[in-house]
């Protein structure tokens, strides 16, 4: 469990370091960053997914994106002092790149 706080809250530093419209300031506020994140996945993405069903059906799973960007605008409103989002585009980008370098991260640490 303390290995995937500390991989999720490097991938957020990572995304946010390579995207000029995200910001996490101070470097630490990464691990605050990843607990809201997974408390926002665990809690609220489940009910948005289940509200947004046929939107999402008919888009073939498309709409999950937007899900995931709308919970990473969340995260941004929830630590406004710690976590800046620019705007959704930054918010949908930062999601796709957040997966991307956890997946990446989880296939090199958790063999």
């Known amino acids: 469990m303390i290995t995937t706080l500390i991989l999720s809250a490097i991938a957020a530093w990572l995304a946010a370091y390579m995207l000029p419209g995200v910001t996490i300031e101070p470097w630490w506020a990464a691990i605050i960053v990843a607990v809201v994140l997974g408390i926002i996945n665990a809690i609220v993405r489940p009910i948005v997914k289940i509200l947004t069903l046929p939107v999402t059906l008919l888009t073939l799973g498309l709409f999950i994106l937007v899900i995931n960007a709308l919970m990473v605008q969340l995260g941004s409103w929830v630590l406004s002092d710690y976590f800046q989002v620019t705007n ?24």
Request: proline share 0%; aromatic share 24%.
């Open 88 to 111: 959704f585009g930054w918010a949908f980008l930062y999601s796709l790149v957040l997966s991307v370098i956890t997946w990446l991260l989880q296939l090199v640490f958790n063999r």
